[in-house]
């Protein structure tokens, strides 16, 4: 039997399983693949927001065996609907528009993914540590990987690929700086999300409230004992920008949050803003993008939210993670003996599908659109969602948001 050669994963979110799950596939008696996972948390992460499964990303579950388990633990979200500043439904969209077949939460997909990795006697999941160094040579990545509680070791792999998200600290080791220094577009569009216990109102349809100054609240129905709540603001917020300007006390973001929001007095702000402060699972960002001129070096490649993050506002990030993680994976398995190579394939399959993805609707103004600044904007935002309601036109509207992409057919193993 041939030596196996080895692959590190950074990552154990959605990309990490996935790919590490087809090169399990990969892996044959003659051509051996060990894989290995880090993750810097000291467990699967349960923390994020809900997600769709559509597009390429369904087929490729579907194709892991995995789409029924996936709807099982769905939201059973059924739509969206608009209420005003009394909570008063003024529109309702069923299921096909903004809400999809398979909502789900993140943490419960990455639990799904993660446990269909696991199965696979090739790969191991290693919690509490992370990469911190990369040298590579023309044969092997030698790596530094340091544990939570300070101990470090050296390993060499066959390759390493990073999916550790959009502020990659891996992506750093092995890119040139001059590609990775401002890989990160930063949008005018801030968001927060958390857990609160459920309310009555809150199922089966998500709900949006408006406010003036491009600050919105949508509450989703999750389970029966909580809801998941999502705060926007978009344009000018000073109390955001600065909270976010960078690794800040998760406190400091809550007051800002709080600040922003002060002085909305009615609807659902006030009984989520006093959640707010309650949550234990509390999460706020910059919504920003990543656009990065490779995906890859030698030996170390980068996919997903590292490689070429879309961010929320596209709703194509599940999508790209889960196809990008397939496309690699086989890329890789199929070519293990040059990786740099597998590496160009899959980025020349793939970039031109990404850089479309990356479009934010509406011309670059959905953030605006959908958050409008003024009571003149509301009003027309309101109009317009009442009008597609009432007509139904949205069943007319075509699926722009998961174009279609014909998966690549790979010789996997088992």
């Not at 809900?50 to 597009?55: N, Q, S, Y």
Request: charged share 20%; proline share 5%; hydrophobic share 40%.
């Amino acid at each position: 039997m041939s030596k196996p050669s080895k692959v590190l994963i950074s990552g154990g979110g959605i990309c990490g399983p996935v790919v590490a799950f087809w090169l399990a596939r990969a892996s044959t008696a003659s051509n051996p693949i060990h894989i290995t996972v880090l993750e810097k948390a000291s467990a699967t992460v349960k923390l994020g927001q809900g997600i769709d499964v559509e597009g390429p990303a369904r087929e490729v579950v579907t194709r892991m065996g995995l789409l029924e388990t996936i709807k099982s633990r769905t939201t059973g979200e059924q739509g969206f609907c608009g209420i005003d500043n009394n909570n008063r439904a003024y529109a309702t969209i069923d299921q096909g528009l903004l809400t999809r077949e398979i909502e789900i939460m993140r943490g419960d997909l990455c639990e799904v993914l993660t446990e269909a990795a696991k199965e696979m006697p090739n790969v191991g999941f290693h919690y509490s540590r992370s990469i911190t160094n990369i040298e590579q040579t023309n044969e092997l990545v030698h790596v530094t990987i340091s544990t939570n509680d300070g101990r470090t070791y050296d390993e060499d792999f066959h390759a390493v690929i990073a999916c550790d998200g959009i502020r990659s600290r891996t992506r750093n080791l092995f890119l040139d700086y001059a590609d990775t220094k401002d890989c990160i577009k930063a949008k005018d569009l801030f968001v927060a999300f958390f857990s609160v216990p459920a309310q009555p109102q809150d199922g089966p349809y998500a709900r949006l409230q408006h406010s003036l100054g491009g600050r919105t609240v949508l509450i989703r129905p999750v389970t029966r004992d909580f809801s998941s709540v999502y705060l926007n603001a978009s344009g000018a917020h000073p109390a955001l920008a600065k909270s976010h300007s960078k690794e800040r006390d998760p406190a400091e973001k809550r007051q800002a949050w709080a600040n922003t929001f002060s002085d909305v007095n009615y609807g659902e702000f006030p009984r989520v803003l006093k959640e707010m402060q309650e949550t234990d699972n509390f999460y706020s960002a910059q919504i920003s993008q990543v656009k990065l001129p490779t995906w890859s070096k030698g030996r170390c490649a980068l996919v997903g939210d590292a490689a070429y993050c879309p961010s929320p506002i596209t709703g194509q990030g599940t999508a790209l993670a889960i196809l990008g993680a397939y496309v690699l994976a086989g890329e890789l398995g199929t070519n293990i003996a040059d990786p740099a190579a597998a590496f160009k394939e899959y980025e020349k399959k793939l970039r031109e599908y990404v850089e479309r993805a990356q479009q934010v609707p509406l011309g670059g103004r959905a953030p605006n659109v959908l958050n409008p600044q003024t009571s003149w904007g509301i009003w027309f935002l309101q109009t317009a969602l009442w009008l597609v309601a009432f007509t139904r036109i949205w069943k007319l509207i075509p699926d722009i948001g998961n174009e279609k992409f014909p998966l690549p057919e790979y010789k996997l193993g088992l």
